[in-house]
């Protein structure tokens, strides 16, 4: 019996085996794959010590926190959205919506950056906006439709010239066609079982019935997982609609993801999400759902064809809820340690505007979970944004480090209990 396959499944089989052969000539990753030099000599390093600096010390001045808690300015760092810790703790890899990722060194170890300079800028970048790491020293960097490897990325990243690999070629995370300047930030994890999980936000504020099927298929509006060789591609989530992070319980192994949901509904709905999956399939509502229960407009009143698994924890409408990471350290006080901190950008279609803060969010023993403000305060008075955080990570010592894309830096913080 002959099987022909078609649209996504049809692109996948033809696409991927060609295009692993790709050797992506024109930004030099053929030659840093082996091993040779491109002529690059010239680093674009960020000065960290200058009148900008000293603006970004003056608001953070205004930030609120627990008792016990400071905040202060890490790294001045361009565009700053996730971050990669190494895992030998030599650098910080900052991912960007532009087309550089940022090498961010604490030379000393005082807690503050000294240098901060372009990693790899003999390479081509393209919404490099997420970066990860494997425990044993892998950099992965998820593009808008590429995934780059770096093997032992903290040691090369000395040298403008860096070992480098295609994990995903160029073209073939999703097909060309579906490139977008929308909701196209991807971020990335390597899972307990040692995959690299990918997500895929869809373009639009509510997908259109005749995409449904292709993105179904290959991921898009999901979660993608693949083996760090890059075979076994499958889809782990489905029903999202533009999820910019996630992160492992590390406790379960179960994973958690936050969800940015439908524009236009008004100032109030739907809910943003955080989410919690225990198993490879489930679905999580969009489109027929726009954040929590909320339907949308498009597929009011239709039945919903998926058993839909809803939010752990709905947030504030329109807050943009990104980057989340769980506290692993021992820095932070007992009741902090399994929760999970997150970033919320804030929002740019409410009347008032909102979010722009870190939250925390603690699980109970029974897997539900509440979520609360824990730093705010990068929205004045006159509702103005002086920063917009977008990820946060976990430095060795249990500090946390949180980026900010507006005013293109990294915050610190830490407890000492004063």
């Not at 977008?180 to 373009?203: F, M, T």
């Not at 989340?324 to 409410?350: K, L, V």
């Amino acid at each position: 019996m002959k099987t022909t396959l078609t649209g996504a499944a049809a692109w996948l089989a033809l696409a991927l085996p060609i295009l692993a052969q790709s050797t992506d000539v024109p930004d030099n990753l053929e030659k840093l794959g082996n091993f040779r030099t491109t002529g690059t000599k010239d680093f674009t390093y960020v000065e960290q010590d200058d009148p900008y600096a000293d603006g970004i010390r003056r608001t953070l001045e205004r930030i609120t926190l627990p008792d016990g808690f400071r905040i202060g300015l890490y790294a001045v760092v361009p565009d700053a959205r996730h971050m990669a810790v190494g895992p030998q703790g030599i650098a910080t890899f900052v991912g960007t919506r532009k087309d550089k990722v940022w090498a961010v060194t604490d030379r000393n170890k005082d807690r503050v950056a000294d240098e901060v300079k372009d990693f790899a800028p003999s390479l081509t970048f393209a919404i490099p906006n997420g970066p990860c790491f494997s425990k044993d020293g892998f950099l992965y960097v998820a593009e808008q439709n590429r995934v780059l490897l770096f093997p032992a990325a903290e040691f090369f990243y000395e040298s403008p010239d860096v070992a480098a690999f295609s994990l995903v070629p160029q073209g073939a995370l999703i097909p060309p066609g579906e490139e977008s300047y929308n909701h196209s930030a991807r971020v990335c994890r390597i899972g307990p079982d040692g995959r690299i999980y990918i997500s895929l936000g869809q373009p639009f504020n509510v997908a259109p019935r005749d995409k449904l099927e292709l993105y179904r298929e290959l991921g898009i509006g999901g979660i993608i997982r693949m083996n760090t060789d890059g075979t076994g591609r499958e889809v782990y989530t489905h029903g999202i609609r533009n999820s910019v992070g996630h992160d492992f319980d590390p406790a379960t192994g179960d994973l958690w993801f936050t969800d940015n949901q439908v524009d236009g509904m008004g100032d109030d709905i739907p809910p943003g999400e955080i989410n919690h999956q225990t198993r490879m399939g489930q679905h999580f509502g969009f489109p027929w759902y726009g954040g929590g229960d909320v339907r949308t407009d498009a597929y009011a009143g239709e039945e919903v064809p998926h058993e839909v698994v809803m939010p752990a924890v709905e947030t504030v409408a329109h807050a943009a809820d990104l980057g989340m990471t769980f506290y692993t350290g021992d820095m932070f006080p007992e009741e902090y340690r399994g929760a999970i901190f997150s970033a919320q950008h804030g929002s740019w279609n409410r009347t008032e505007p909102i979010g722009a803060r870190v939250m925390v969010t603690r699980i109970a023993g029974d897997g539900s979970a509440r979520t609360e403000p824990f730093a705010e305060g990068w929205i004045d008075a006159n509702g103005e944004y002086l920063g917009r955080p977008v990820d946060v990570a976990q430095l060795h010592d249990g500090s946390l480090l949180v980026s900010d894309d507006l005013a293109g830096a990294l915050y610190r913080i830490w407890y000492d209990g004063m």
